[in-house]
């Protein structure tokens, strides 16, 4: 018979160490978003963790979700600063270093109002903060969250 501890150490198929680290982040994250605890500055932690560009993009996002779409509530999410309503992920900035990838990326969930025809993009790659990606970004959010562009 296994037992709890043979589960915690099986490695699961596919996964990496760190796509394995990120999963039991979230479920930890969901147990602390279920007791409230789960709050901006976890997402404020997470952001001063990163390192060079990863971080100054995720203070960029931040910024503009908070001056955007303030009704959108800061969490984090597998380890990544995101941004619900009503308790769904609506888009987070999944950085480079989370995963060794070459860029990082603002991601959206499907209830970002980001459809266009039978196909839209949902993730963009970011690789550097300047005040066109700015813009593109504060588009972006306000398009989601059914803001006028």
Do not use: C
């Amino acid at each position: 018979m296994m037992t709890s501890k043979d589960r915690a150490t099986m490695k699961t198929p596919g996964l990496s160490d760190d796509e394995r680290t990120a999963v039991k982040q979230a479920a930890a994250e969901g147990r602390r978003t279920k007791a409230g605890k789960n709050t901006e500055q976890d997402v404020l932690d997470a952001i001063a963790a990163m390192a060079g560009s990863d971080r100054e993009i995720a203070e960029g996002l931040h910024a503009v979700v908070k001056r955007v779409a303030p009704d959108l509530v800061p969490r984090t999410w597998y380890g990544f600063p995101a941004y619900a309503k009503e308790g769904k992920v609506v888009l987070f900035w999944q950085f480079a270093a989370k995963f060794s990838t070459r860029y990082g990326h603002i991601g959206f969930q499907d209830g970002a109002q980001l459809d266009d025809g039978v196909m839209w993009p949902t993730a963009f790659a970011v690789t550097a903060w300047t005040p066109q990606t700015e813009k593109a970004v504060e588009d972006l959010v306000r398009r989601a969250t059914g803001g006028s562009t």
